[in-house]
């Protein structure tokens, strides 16, 4: 009797069991790995959570029957602790779904254990072109934007306007070194020069060394590679030696919102730059701004928030969809899907897992120009989407057949 | 001109100048550093934050009473250097008799309480401080442009620096201050109120680290997080210098931001860790560092 109520009983277990179109122990769990207490906190750091619990609850996950959990760490920018992070999550924490993880270094190392594992990366606060070129995997989207896209805008634009010879001061990293190369490609494509370049630590005070290499190149174009606090102060600095008033302009190649409320509209007048969302853009994306800010002591958000929103809702689409949270179905899926939200408007996602939408070059204004704090970008053109992003044959992905 | 190693000979006296404009930096804060060591025998690791409270007291100054710098200059190091005499009060003090790591523990814990505190506050990437306006600008010296503000920091922080090595080593004060830290009871019993001149000791190395933070503030962004970064390289100077030799801290400060400058030359990407190789070297040779007394 009790033999045959244990197989009934192993039978009606099985039968429980998740088989392939579930969602894994009933919740989608997301995790945002970024910096949550260096130089890049403010643009990505709890932000980032923000707008991924703003996702989660936009899209209504509870009233469709989902139940969603959001958890976050602090990567550090070192992408071992990053990596130890996101096996942790993924083999013991049944972490379905990892986003933002600015910091390309941590990035690709995240990418590559996404795949082992067939787990699915949103990435949002990268900025490496190669997420989408040589490293490109079937389990990944590049959301906001990246390296080629800011070389293509920011470049482009200054090279035309006559700044053709070029001299980079570039962060030391795979980001750095990524944005570099592409603002490169750009330069002597347009028929310009690059008279020298200085690679310096990430998380670097002190910029008067190489703003000095800078001056001594005498090129036009003094090309900042890097992000966040290394640019704010290089901004500064360059100030602060004349860089500008002995005729060489600064070309911040990726400026955030942060970056220049942190610096303030009197230094920061006039860069010109590239990005792909600015909360000002119109009623949908102030009411985003609105609510965000309220949650986030006031910070307004930058592109790299609004690209964890987007892709967080375009993943529970495609999880509601399959009812399954399997990474590499749920990519598959969110590809297949074309993306609609109220940050970027329509958009598709390409093989190579190329998120694509338009981009904008914007002008910071002058301080007379700002009705108060975070009016701070007036738009000079609009790069659109189908030009914006690296040709999908021109990266090098092998998941792009030719 | 010849190429000195492949560098233009003005560029390098760029880079040169530039290393002492760090450098002194660097002479202020293990200034202040040495001194409490030396008086105090504590490692005060809270000294990257009250670097950055210096700086951030600049700002509200700015901020909510419209002071400028100037008065930051004088009045930062009063409030940072107060509250350092409060800390002091309140819990170095038990310290004393205890093993070196309990100091360095409870300052360091400090260290990241107060961090933490003003980067919840007030975020990662720091709040703009304007260069006072009679420093604006600046001189072309033929192979650099030299920013005014650049050469007021070395002029005063050198001025700081040698007063503070008169002070203590060549006036009667710090003949009692150096002889308090020989032998306390001996000194006490000449009538010399010591727990009070250790007091005001700790509350002046800390000003110093305040004065440091206002000098910083309008080259770098008033950040929650400018000191965490610098205490570590600031210690390292100490060590090289000597633990607790004044004029070793001062040597050393302005020696090795000479040393970083022409990394950043000729290797940059080492630029951040040539000052730890070269600690290592000196501990390797000379334990007690440059200018220290093995005890």
Same mark, same amino acid.
């Given at each position: 009797?009790?033999?045959?109520?244990?197989?009934?009983?192993?039978?009606?277990?099985?039968?429980?069991?998740?088989?392939?179109?579930?969602?894994?122990?009933?919740?989608?769990?997301?995790?945002?790995?970024?910096?949550?207490?260096?130089?890049?906190?403010?643009?990505?750091?709890?932000?980032?959570?923000?707008?991924?619990?703003?996702?989660?609850?936009?899209?209504?996950?509870?009233?469709?029957?989902?139940?969603?959990?959001?958890?976050?760490?602090?990567?550090?920018?070192?992408?071992?602790?990053?990596?130890?992070?996101?096996?942790?999550?993924?083999?013991?924490?049944?972490?379905?779904?990892?986003?933002?993880?600015?910091?390309?270094?941590?990035?690709?190392?995240?990418?590559?254990?996404?795949?082992?594992?067939?787990?699915?990366?949103?990435?949002?606060?990268?900025?490496?072109?190669?997420?989408?070129?040589?490293?490109?995997?079937?389990?990944?989207?590049?959301?906001?934007?990246?390296?080629?896209?800011?070389?293509?805008?920011?470049?482009?634009?200054?090279?035309?306007?006559?700044?053709?010879?070029?001299?980079?001061?570039?962060?030391?990293?795979?980001?750095?070194?990524?944005?570099?190369?592409?603002?490169?490609?750009?330069?002597?494509?347009?028929?310009?020069?690059?008279?020298?370049?200085?690679?310096?630590?990430?998380?670097?005070?002190?910029?008067?060394?190489?703003?000095?290499?800078?001056?001594?190149?005498?090129?036009?174009?003094?090309?900042?590679?890097?992000?966040?606090?290394?640019?704010?102060?290089?901004?500064?600095?360059?100030?602060?030696?004349?860089?500008?008033?002995?005729?060489?302009?600064?070309?911040?190649?990726?400026?955030?919102?942060?970056?220049?409320?942190?610096?303030?509209?009197?230094?920061?007048?006039?860069?010109?730059?590239?990005?792909?969302?600015?909360?000002?853009?119109?009623?949908?994306?102030?009411?985003?701004?609105?609510?965000?800010?309220?949650?986030?002591?006031?910070?307004?958000?930058?592109?790299?928030?609004?690209?964890?929103?987007?892709?967080?809702?375009?993943?529970?689409?495609?999880?509601?969809?399959?009812?399954?949270?399997?990474?590499?179905?749920?990519?598959?899926?969110?590809?297949?899907?074309?993306?609609?939200?109220?940050?970027?408007?329509?958009?598709?996602?390409?093989?190579?897992?190329?998120?694509?939408?338009?981009?904008?070059?914007?002008?910071?204004?002058?301080?007379?120009?700002?009705?108060?704090?975070?009016?701070?970008?007036?738009?000079?053109?609009?790069?659109?989407?189908?030009?914006?992003?690296?040709?999908?044959?021109?990266?090098?992905?092998?998941?792009?057949?030719? | 001109?010849?190429?000195? %190693?492949?560098?233009?000979?003005? !560029? +390098?006296?760029? @880079?040169? /100048?530039?290393?002492?404009?760090? =450098? &002194?930096?660097?002479?202020?804060?293990?200034?202040?550093?040495?001194?409490?060591?030396?008086?105090?025998?504590?490692?005060?690791?809270?000294?990257?934050?009250?670097?950055?409270?210096?700086?951030?007291?600049?700002?509200?100054?700015?901020?909510?009473?419209?002071?400028?710098?100037?008065?930051?200059?004088?009045?930062?190091?009063?409030?940072?250097?107060?509250?350092?005499?409060?800390?002091?009060?309140?819990?170095?003090?038990?310290?004393?008799?205890?093993?070196?790591?309990?100091?360095? %523990?409870?300052?360091?814990?400090? !260290? +990241?309480?107060? @961090?933490? /505190?003003?980067?919840?506050?007030? =975020? &990662?990437?720091?709040?703009?401080?304007?260069?006072?306006?009679?420093?604006?600008?600046?001189?072309?010296?033929?192979?650099?442009?030299?920013?005014?503000?650049?050469?007021?920091?070395?002029?005063?922080?050198?001025?700081?620096?040698?007063?503070?090595?008169?002070?203590?080593?060549?006036?009667?004060?710090?003949?009692?201050?150096?002889?308090?830290?020989?032998?306390?009871?001996?000194?006490?019993?000449?009538?010399?109120?010591?727990?009070?001149?250790?007091?005001?000791?700790?509350?002046?190395?800390?000003?110093?680290?305040?004065?440091?933070?206002?000098?910083?503030?309008?080259?770098?962004?008033?950040?929650?997080?400018?000191?965490?970064?610098?205490?570590?390289?600031?210690?390292?100077?100490?060590?090289?210098?000597?633990?607790?030799?004044?004029?070793?801290?001062?040597?050393?400060?302005?020696?090795?931001?000479?040393?970083?400058?022409?990394?950043?030359?000729?290797?940059?990407?080492?630029?951040?860790?040539?000052?730890?190789?070269?600690?290592?070297?000196?501990?390797?040779?000379?334990?007690?560092?440059?200018?220290?007394?093995?005890?």
């Amino acid at each position: 009797m009790l033999h045959r109520f244990l197989i009934a009983l192993t039978a009606v277990a099985l039968a429980a069991g998740p088989s392939a179109a579930e969602i894994s122990d009933g919740i989608i769990k997301i995790g945002v790995l970024n910096d949550q207490s260096s130089l890049y906190a403010d643009l990505t750091g709890q932000g980032s959570v923000v707008a991924a619990r703003m996702a989660v609850e936009d899209y209504g996950a509870a009233a469709k029957g989902l139940k969603v959990e959001i958890i976050f760490a602090d990567h550090q920018n070192k992408p071992d602790i990053g990596s130890a992070v996101a096996r942790q999550w993924y083999d013991a924490d049944k972490v379905d779904v990892i986003v933002d993880v600015p910091n390309s270094g941590v990035a690709l190392a995240v990418n590559q254990i996404t795949r082992d594992k067939g787990k699915a990366f949103l990435v949002s606060g990268a900025a490496s072109s190669d997420i989408t070129g040589k490293a490109c995997s079937p389990n990944t989207v590049h959301w906001t934007y990246d390296t080629w896209a800011l070389a293509n805008g920011t470049g482009n634009a200054i090279v035309k306007t006559g700044g053709d010879s070029w001299f980079f001061i570039t962060a030391d990293y795979a980001f750095g070194l990524a944005l570099e190369r592409d603002v490169e490609a750009v330069v002597l494509k347009n028929g310009g020069k690059v008279l020298g370049r200085v690679r310096h630590p990430l998380n670097n005070a002190d910029f008067s060394s190489f703003l000095l290499q800078a001056q001594a190149s005498k090129a036009k174009i003094v090309g900042l590679a890097n992000a966040g606090g290394d640019t704010t102060n290089a901004i500064k600095q360059a100030a602060e030696f004349g860089l500008v008033k002995g005729g060489q302009n600064l070309a911040g190649l990726l400026v955030f919102i942060t970056d220049v409320h942190a610096l303030g509209l009197p230094t920061a007048q006039g860069l010109i730059f590239t990005e792909t969302f600015y909360w000002d853009m119109n009623d949908r994306t102030r009411a985003f701004a609105k609510k965000f800010a309220e949650r986030n002591r006031g910070i307004h958000p930058t592109m790299i928030h609004a690209g964890v929103y987007a892709s967080v809702l375009h993943y529970l689409k495609a999880v509601e969809a399959l009812k399954s949270d399997e990474g590499t179905k749920v990519i598959e899926k969110m590809k297949a899907t074309p993306t609609d939200d109220v940050l970027f408007g329509k958009g598709t996602i390409r093989a190579d897992g190329r998120k694509i939408h338009p981009a904008y070059l914007f002008e910071v204004k002058k301080p007379n120009e700002s009705k108060g704090a975070w009016d701070y970008y007036k738009l000079r053109a609009t790069i659109p989407a189908e030009q914006a992003f690296r040709p999908v044959d021109q990266g090098d992905c092998p998941l792009v057949k030719k | 001109m010849i190429p000195i %190693l492949g560098i233009p000979p003005q !560029a +390098l006296f760029g @880079q040169l /100048l530039i290393g002492l404009i760090n =450098g &002194s930096f660097y002479a202020l804060l293990s200034l202040g550093l040495a001194v409490i060591f030396g008086l105090l025998n504590i490692i005060n690791f809270t000294h990257g934050a009250q670097y950055m409270m210096g700086a951030f007291v600049a700002w509200f100054l700015l901020q909510y009473a419209g002071l400028g710098y100037w008065w930051a200059l004088l009045i930062a190091p009063i409030v940072v250097g107060a509250l350092g005499i409060l800390l002091e009060r309140v819990m170095l003090k038990r310290l004393y008799g205890l093993d070196h790591l309990y100091g360095l %523990l409870l300052t360091f814990g400090l !260290a +990241l309480i107060i @961090q933490g /505190l003003f980067r919840n506050q007030f =975020g &990662s990437s720091g709040q703009p401080y304007t260069l006072p306006a009679q420093l604006a600008g600046g001189q072309n010296l033929g192979f650099m442009f030299l920013p005014n503000y650049r050469a007021w920091v070395i002029g005063f922080s050198l001025t700081i620096c040698l007063a503070t090595w008169f002070v203590i080593e060549r006036t009667r004060l710090g003949a009692y201050l150096r002889a308090a830290t020989e032998n306390p009871t001996l000194v006490q019993a000449f009538g010399i109120n010591v727990p009070r001149m250790i007091t005001l000791t700790y509350g002046f190395g800390v000003s110093l680290a305040a004065l440091a933070g206002v000098m910083a503030a309008p080259i770098y962004q008033v950040n929650p997080l400018m000191g965490a970064d610098l205490i570590i390289v600031v210690f390292a100077v100490v060590v090289i210098g000597g633990m607790g030799s004044i004029l070793g801290s001062i040597v050393t400060g302005f020696g090795l931001g000479i040393i970083e400058g022409l990394t950043k030359v000729f290797y940059p990407e080492a630029s951040n860790t040539v000052i730890f190789v070269i600690m290592v070297l000196v501990l390797l040779v000379k334990p007690a560092g440059l200018f220290g007394r093995a005890q």
